[in-house]
């Protein structure tokens, strides 16, 4: 469970979060939504430790935690990009193996092993060998979704899933989320769709701009 | 054009040649890494190294190569530094070639998403591993056209070396061009350099191609 307590964030005195709370259960999805400039994706920023709030506290499992400093094979924040920044250079199992290799320390054979359940259950099996550019929009989010996947993260994190993709595809990644969440994982959905929100949320958050 | 006069210059054409080589080779082994390395510095959050960074490479890009070479070999003694004749030229050249590459890579770390760090820091990659794996064949890919530009310019550079005696590919042939009274020695010259800006050519091209698997 991740608690997040009175988080307040600012840019150049413009006010974004102000003293923002919310629990995020286990097993649950929480789907943040908000018109645009409202701050929801300052505050994923800030779960994932890109940002460092001005104050506030992040409870994880009732232990204070500082995504800012939650690195290396222990970390338990995963995201998933707006536009999935996925490495061009790499192939598609290489992006997927790049961290457990790097990060946890694995062996090429063993990243392999634990990363192939993975590409199956997320068909991704066919285009392993692929590199980004060859990839549709979806594909490449499954990607992102494997490779933030791979590195077993406590919580799953998504900026605008639905955004990059074209409309008959914000369904399939719906139930893609909801699957996951089958499977266990805790994640966290900012989304501007306030009816795919409540289509695959446990529970919705709505952020409003403030009036600096 | 006799054949035995052309035989009887062309020894001389290819050791001019061979320091004409090896000045271009190990330019690019020192300038490159270099070149790198002073690209990070510009981009430091720490100001004092950017401002000397700036100013050699604006000390570099502001003067000719041929005046760096004279004040290598003629100027710093007076302050106690003697090089020898051709490890002033490569010290010279590293130098100053070093400089221009690092404004080219500056620009190619310039172009990387910054969502390609932070991609690779929510996965908990370390800044060197980032670099290592992610930014740095980004960046090489997209400054090869650039820095070949800068790769061909050198094998011609190198001819500057006569300033301070050293025998090159071009001092060969004006040497053998004022003793004989002829132009065949330099026609031979301008071949020889033909030949080596097209090997370069075809090796960059290559290059391109083998990183052309992505885009």
């Known amino acids: ?212 | 054009m006799s054949l035995t006069y052309v035989n009887q210059i062309l020894p001389s054409l290819f050791s001019g040649a061979w320091m004409t080589i090896r000045i271009f080779f190990w330019t690019l082994v020192g300038a490159l890494p270099l070149g790198v390395l002073v690209s990070m510095g510009l981009r430091s959050r720490f100001s004092p190294i950017r401002w000397v960074l700036n100013f050699y490479v604006w000390l570099m890009r502001g003067t000719p190569l041929l005046l760096q070479l004279m004040f290598v070999f003629y100027g710093l003694p007076d302050v106690n530094i003697v090089f020898a004749r051709y490890p002033a030229a490569l010290f010279a050249f590293i130098l100053n070639y070093a400089a221009y590459f690092a404004e080219i890579f500056r620009g190619g770390f310039a172009g990387i998403d910054h969502g390609q760090y932070e991609g690779a820091q929510v996965l908990g990659l370390t800044y060197t591993q980032t670099l290592r794996k992610i930014i740095l064949p980004q960046v090489v890919k997209s400054v090869i056209p650039a820095v070949g530009n800068e790769v061909i310019n050198l094998v011609k550079d190198s001819s500057l070396v006569y300033v301070i005696g050293l025998g090159d590919l071009l001092r060969a042939g004006n040497v053998a061009s004022a003793r004989d009274v002829t132009l065949v020695p330099l026609i031979l010259v301008g071949i020889i350099y033909l030949l080596l800006t097209l090997v370069c050519t075809y090796a960059l091209r290559g290059l391109e191609k083998h990183y052309s698997y992505y885009r």
């Open chain 1, 1 to 212: 469970m991740l608690e997040l307590k009175n988080i307040n964030k600012s840019f150049a005195q413009r006010k974004i979060l102000n003293n923002f709370s919310m629990i995020v259960p286990d097993q649950q999805i929480v789907s943040i939504v908000g018109p645009s400039g409202a701050g929801k994706t300052t505050l994923l920023r800030c779960i994932a430790g890109l940002e460092r709030p001005d104050s506030g506290s992040f409870l994880l499992d009732g232990q204070p935690f500082d995504p800012v400093e939650d690195r290396g094979s222990e970390r338990k924040i995963g995201v998933v990009f707006q536009d999935f920044n996925l490495f061009p250079n790499l192939s598609v199992v290489d992006n997927i193996m790049l961290a457990p290799k790097m990060v946890t320390g694995q062996t090429t054979k063993q990243a392999r092993e634990q990363v192939e359940p993975l590409v199956d259950s997320l068909g991704l099996t066919r285009v392993v060998k692929q590199y980004p550019f060859q990839l549709s929009g979806g594909q490449k989010q499954r990607v992102a979704i494997a490779r933030a996947l791979a590195m077993e993260p406590a919580i799953l994190c998504y900026d605008e899933p639905t955004s990059a993709l074209d409309p008959t595809l914000r369904d399939t990644v719906g139930q893609l989320i909801l699957d996951l969440k089958k499977r266990g994982i805790t994640q966290i959905v900012v989304t501007h769709d306030q009816q795919f929100a409540e289509k695959i949320a446990d529970q919705v958050v709505t952020v409003k701009p403030l009036n600096a």
